[in-house]
Antibody
Framework: QLQLQESGSGLVKPSQTLSLTCAVSGGSISSAYHSWSWIRQPPGKGLEWIGYIYHNGSTYYNPSLRSRVSMSVDRSKNQFSLKLSSVTAADTAVYYC???????????WGPGTLVTVSS | QSVLTQPPSASATPGQRVTISCSGSSSNIGSNTVNWSQHLPGTAPRLLIYTNDQRPSGVPDRFSGSKSGTSASLAISGLQSEDEADYYCAAWDDSLNGWVFGGGTKLTVL
């Protein structure tokens, strides 16, 4: 069974860079059929797709966040990562990683990790 | 403001049937398939329905999905207390070239 687990800094100061990693187990991140997404949910609000990356490193980001987002993949560790720069309180959210596919959509998610932006 | 529109809440008693709607546009639901997921606090969201009306293995047949035009719906029959959760619809959006979501529906089992 595929499992995803987010990890990273839970508290980030304003203007700094948020960094998260998603470890994938029970399956390979090198699959050509899947994309690897980051999604976030601010407290009391809806879900927002941040972007996705493929195993070969190609990426696509939500235009609303594109100037501040960077994603990378580490096939040797079977994980992928998110960096969000110049954070503000508006970036406080539960951040999820998920696997996407044409057939199943966002079929597998991690449990999410809360990131709080505060001084 | 979510791109897809869901009712914020729904409720029913055990054993009843409840339906949750999801409304979108031609760039998302109108031209792509819809997924539904169940979200419980502290746990990984669970895929309930993919490709409008397909259930992954392990999902009870009490859960069913449908789509018509730019709208979709999730139906849960024989409601159980364990079904109390938040439910989200999602679809690929051709304008965004990414995923869009509903605002979520909080289901209460009375």
């Amino acid at each position: 069974q595929l499992q995803l687990q987010e990890s990273g800094s839970g508290l980030v100061k304003p203007s700094q860079t948020l960094s998260l990693t998603c470890a994938v187990s029970g399956g390979s991140i090198s699959s050509a059929y899947h994309s690897w997404s980051w999604i976030r949910q601010p407290p009391g609000k809806g879900l927002e797709w941040i972007g996705y990356i493929y195993h070969n490193g190609s990426t696509y980001y939500n235009p609303s966040l594109r100037s501040r987002v960077s994603m990378s993949v580490d096939r040797s560790k079977n994980q992928f990562s998110l960096k969000l720069s110049s954070v503000t309180a508006a970036d406080t959210a539960v951040y999820y990683c998920a696997r996407g596919s044409y057939a199943y959509g966002l079929g597998y998610w991690g449990p999410g990790t809360l990131v709080t932006v505060s001084s | 403001q979510s791109v897809l529109t869901q009712p914020p809440s729904a409720s029913a008693t055990p054993g009843q049937r409840v339906t949750i709607s999801c409304s979108g546009s031609s760039s998302n639901i109108g031209s792509n398939t819809v997924n539904w997921s169940q979200h419980l606090p502290g746990t990984a969201p669970r895929l309930l329905i993919y490709t409008n009306d397909q259930r992954p293995s392990g999902v009870p047949d009490r859960f069913s999905g449908s789509k018509s035009g730019t709208s979709a719906s999730l139906a849960i029959s024989g409601l159980q207390s364990e079904d109390e959760a938040d439910y989200y619809c999602a679809a690929w959006d051709d304008s965004l070239n990414g995923w869009v979501f509903g605002g979520g529906t909080k289901l209460t089992v009375l």
